[in-house]
């Protein structure tokens, strides 16, 4: 089988990933051999081995495949947030007394030992701490999610150059919103009309159960969009704005949401008390920026991750929630009745 590969190093690494989740028996691994088509082209080839992999992935890691489409190129995954939105999304299962996030990590692991997924930098304990995706398994995700009406990239050439029509048309339940860092583009590309794709992307999407903004470049926008019209959302992810805005007190009216990421956003003033109308969600990272919690953590009964700033906050001593140190790298964690509640 390595020969027919045509010593392409990803068709190995897949179909490698793909035989090892199979016994060692004949019949299993000739019904593999029988259901590539060996001979088409190579890169026909490498896509045929793509694509049987694909087909072979548990229901539940076929969503979490398609996930990873959302993100820009070359895009460094981190681990944390990517189980974060998967969770949120509602795709993982547990087995036996495998807490979710657990679950969430050996789905990971197993994208990873099948080559669909690649480490890019563990941490010092041997953990995956990012992974990203070789070019032509992110391009085959792409068309497949949009294919099957799963999720779409709007690139950063469709936002610099403001064509909003894409926008209107992108009616998928997921979208990954690229803001592109190149001055070029940047200085075409003004913090209103900034703006009004935040408004685009609500008003023309209100089904939407998850929204991811990624960019490199600092303070794009002074003020969020409420969001009010998109009041199914799961996911809601900023952290590549790195921006300076106000925070809006309509956040307490998506009462769906589950992953609310504001890594870098500078907040003017407080974090408005409506964030505790959150009740569903399970992860709130607030890090690398200085906002300042209300004493509202309480209500949030399902919040398993949480991750400050270096501030100090006013509601980390309340209830069972131990107050954080003012270093970053501190740690404090307290055992719930059924997960482990971290805080960061």
Not at 13 to 32: A, N
Not at 242 to 256: D, S, V
Not at 326 to 338: A, I
Request: proline content about 3%.
């Amino acid at each position: 089988m390595v020969k027919k590969c045509g010593g392409l190093p990803l068709a190995i690494v897949v179909l490698g990933g793909l035989l090892s989740t199979k016994r060692r028996l004949i019949h299993e691994w000739e019904s593999v051999l029988r259901n590539i088509n060996w001979k088409l082209g190579k890169e026909e080839r490498l896509h045929s081995i793509i694509d049987l992999s694909y087909d072979d992935l548990p229901y539940y890691l076929k969503s979490c495949f398609l996930y990873t489409s959302l993100f820009p190129e070359d895009f460094r995954i981190k681990r944390r947030r990517l189980i974060g939105v998967w969770i949120a999304e509602g795709y993982i299962r547990q087995e036996g007394e495998e807490t979710l996030h657990e679950a969430a990590e050996n789905g990971l692991m197993e994208l990873i030992s099948r080559g669909m997924v690649q480490v890019e930098k563990m941490n010092s304990l041997g953990r995956v701490k990012s992974c990203r995706l070789h070019d032509v398994l992110r391009d085959f995700s792409i068309v497949k999610a949009k294919e099957d009406g799963f999720g779409e990239a709007l690139k950063a050439n469709i936002i610099s150059s403001l064509d909003m029509s894409s926008i209107e048309k992108s009616l998928c339940p997921r979208l990954g919103v690229h803001i592109s860092s190149e001055r070029d583009e940047i200085s075409r590309t003004s913090r209103v009309s900034i703006r009004t794709i935040f408004k685009q992307v609500a008003a023309y999407n209100k089904h939407a159960r998850s929204i991811l903004f990624m960019s490199y470049d600092q303070s794009f926008i002074t003020k969020m969009p409420t969001f009010n019209k998109v009041k199914l959302l799961r996911v809601l992810d900023l952290e590549g704005l790195r921006a300076i805005c106000e925070f809006p007190k309509e956040i307490g009216n998506l009462i769906h949401l589950r992953y609310l990421g504001m890594r870098h956003i500078h907040v003017k003033g407080p974090i408005p008390c409506t964030i505790g109308n959150l009740q569903k969600l399970q992860t709130l990272d607030l890090s690398e920026g200085n906002a300042s919690m209300p004493d509202v953590l309480w209500k949030m009964e399902e919040l398993r991750i949480l991750c400050l700033p270096s501030v100090t906050t006013e509601a980390a001593s309340h209830g069972q929630l131990k107050k954080p140190s003012h270093s970053k790298r501190s740690r404090s964690r307290e055992l719930d009745e059924e997960e482990h509640l971290h805080i960061y």
